[in-house]
C-alpha cells in the first residue's frame, strides 16, 4: 500500500478507534476496539476509560497495517462538540498520540469534535458526503448524546448548532439503563433492539414534545414500573423504541415546519437500531459499523482539511 492516507483518531467514552481515508469513497479504513465495562455497572469513569484507551491504542492502531503508507496529516477528535467549554478527559489518549504522531513523522495536525466525526462518517457511509457541503438536519443519537442538530458546511468541516433533542438522560442511556433493570449486561443496545423488533406494540405512549426539545428521564420510571408489574423483556423493549421512535419523527416533523424540506441524516450508535430505522423510512442512515463511535469521520475530515 502505498498511497497518502489521512489517519484518524477518536478515543471516545466507550470505544478506542484509528482510521485511514485516501479520498476515494470505496478507501475507508477503521480499526476500533469497545472499553471494557464491569459485570453489573451502568459504564465507566472517566480516569477508567483513559487508562483503557492509552493501552488499546498501540493494537488498535497496528491493526491499520500503516508500515507501507505515506501519512500526510493526523487528526484527532479533541472534544465532545466543537462548542467552547466541551471537554471530557478520555480524548486526551488521542490528541496525545495524535500530537506525538504529526511532530515525528513532520505532519499536519488537524482537531475536530466527536460530534462532527460521527456526522462526517454518518454522511460518507450512506453515501451522502454531498451533505458534508449543503445544510441539513441531523439527529445524533448516542450513550451521551440526544440532539437534533443544524448543519452548515464550515470550510472543509462542518458546524452543527443545537436546535433540539434530550434536555436530560439521552436515548442510548435510556436505553442501556432498560437492560440493566432487566439484569443485561453493558452495553445493551443491540439486545434490547433484537428484542424490539421481534415484538408487537401493546401501550403507546407520547413524550411531551415543546418545540423539538423533549425529556426521556420520565420514560426510566416507566420502564421500572413496567419491570416491577411483571411485563416480558420483549414487550418492554417495544416499547422503549416505539417511543423513541415516536417522538423522534414528531420532532422531525416540527423541525421542517421551523427549517423546511432539508435533508435528515442520523448518526450514532442509537442510530443502528433496526428497529428504528424501519419506523423512519426518510430518515438518511449510515452503515451500521460506521453508527457506532469510529474515527472514519476524522480521517474524513483531516482529508477534506489538508485538501483545503
Known sequence: ???????????SNYTTSAAIFDGHRDCGQNSGKPLTVPEGT??????EALFQHVKSLPQVLSNLELEHTDIRA????????EEEGSYMPCFLAGVCAGKILAQTLRIGYYEFSHQQ?????????????????????????SGGTTELLYVTPMGKSVSCRRIGGSND??????????????????PAGKRLDELACKGRVRDSY???????????????????EMISKGCEHGEIAVFVFETLADVLIRACENAGAEYGPLPILFSGGV????????????GIFPAPEYATDNALGIALLTYRALEE
Open 42 to 47: 451502568k459504564g465507566l469513569r472517566q480516569n
Open 117 to 141: 466525526g460521527h456526522i462526517a462518517s454518518a454522511a460518507w457511509s450512506s453515501g451522502s458526503s454531498h451533505l458534508l457541503d449543503r445544510p441539513h438536519l441531523a439527529w445524533h443519537l
Open 206 to 224: 407520547k413524550i411531551k414534545l415543546r418545540g423539538t426539545e423533549f425529556s426521556l428521564s420520565g420514560m426510566e420510571n416507566k420502564v421500572i
Open 271 to 282: 442510530s443502528s437500531s433496526i428497529y428504528i430505522r424501519s419506523r423512519i423510512p426518510k
Open 169 to 186: 438522560i439521552s436515548a442510548g442511556q435510556l436505553i442501556d439503563r432498560t437492560g440493566f433493570h432487566m439484569g443485561m449486561d453493558f
Open 74 to 81: 493526523v487528526g484527532v477528535a479533541s472534544k465532545p462538540r
Open 1 to 11: 500500500m502505498t498511497a497518502d492516507l489521512c489517519l484518524g483518531l477518536d478515543t
